[in-house]
Nanobody, 127 residues
Framework: QVQLVESGGGLVQAGGSLRLSCAAS????????MGWFRQAPGKEREFVAV????????RYADSVKGRFTISRDNAKNTVYLQMNSLKPEDTAVYYC????????????????????WGQGTQVTVSS
């Protein structure tokens, strides 16, 4: 089992920045890919960014490309999401997720591939 705990959410004005953290514990050696997803009120959960646990390859949703950066610290078993130039439309609950299987990064946006999910952290961007 892998446990994931997100932190770092909050209220920020448009144009501001936040850094989310996702701390993994348990059988972290089994993790192949870590992803961030978000769900805005009244909308379906959507892909934000993904990173390989080893190697560090990344992929981003078009809506956040150039503004968000995903990174990881393997020594701390933690994945980060640095969010800059935030917009009101970035308001959502942000979830991290872990995938144990080897999948091409091109399909890493597929939520059903992920085995473990955190509880989420709220990000609110005011205009």
């Amino acid at each position: 089992q892998v446990q994931l705990v997100e932190s770092g959410g909050g209220l920020v004005q448009a144009g501001g920045s936040l850094r989310l953290s996702c701390a993994a514990s348990g059988r972290t050696f089994s993790i192949y890919t870590m992803g961030w997803f978000r769900q805005a009120p009244g909308k379906e959960r959507e892909f934000v960014a993904v990173i390989r646990w080893s190697g560090g390859s990344t992929r981003y949703a078009d809506s956040v490309k150039g503004r968000f950066t995903i990174s990881r610290d393997n020594a701390k078993n933690t994945v980060y999401l640095q969010m800059n130039s935030l917009k009101p439309e970035d308001t959502a609950v942000y979830y991290c997720a872990a995938d144990r299987s080897v999948h091409a990064i091109q399909v890493a946006a597929t939520q059903t591939l992920y085995d473990y999910w955190g509880q989420g952290t709220q990000v609110t961007v005011s205009s």
